[in-house]
C-alpha cells in the first residue's frame, strides 16, 4: 500500500531553519509530482510548494517563495522542504503529496497521495 510518512517538524524560533522530510513507500513515486500544503488551526489547507517528477521544475507560493526550497531524491523516494527565515504565520501542520501526473498543481484536490502530517510552531 503506498503510504507518504512525513517527518522533521517541530518547534523553531522565527528567523530559524527546520528540514521536513517525506518518506514515500509502497510504490515509486518517480514519475509522479509531489507538492507540500500546509493548514493552519481555522484555516484552509493551502499550497506551499510543488514539484515536477524528475525535480526539475518547482514552483512555490508567494508567502514562502526565497525562504522554502523543495527537493526529492528519486533514488531514495524521498521528498524534501527546507524551511528558513520561519516566521510564526508559518505555524501550521505540513502535508506531503503525491500525484498522478508529472508536473504538479495548486489544488489540493488533484493530488492522490497524502501524509499524516507534521508539526510546525514558530515562535516569535
Known amino acids: 500500500q503506498a503510504q507518504l510518512v512525513e517527518s522533521g517538524g517541530g518547534l523553531a524560533q522565527a528567523g530559524g531553519s527546520l528540514r521536513l522530510s517525506c518518506a514515500a513507500s509502497g510504490r515509486s513515486f518517480s514519475s509522479f509530482a509531489m507538492g507540500w500544503f500546509r493548514q493552519a488551526p481555522g484555516k484552509e489547507r493551502e499550497f506551499v510548494a510543488g514539484?515536477?517528477?524528475?525535480?526539475?521544475?518547482?514552483y512555490y507560493a508567494d508567502s514562502v517563495r526565497a525562504r522554502f526550497v523543495i527537493s526529492r531524491d528519486n533514488a531514495k523516494n524521498m521528498l524534501y522542504l527546507q524551511l528558513s527565515s520561519l516566521k510564526p504565520e508559518d505555524t501550521a501542520v505540513y502535508y506531503c503529496t503525491a500525484r498522478r501526473d508529472i508536473n504538479w498543481s495548486k489544488r489540493p484536490d488533484d493530488y492522490e497521495y497524502w501524509g499524516q502530517g507534521t508539526q510546525v510552531t514558530v515562535s516569535s
Open positions: 514539484i515536477n517528477w524528475s525535480g526539475g521544475n518547482t
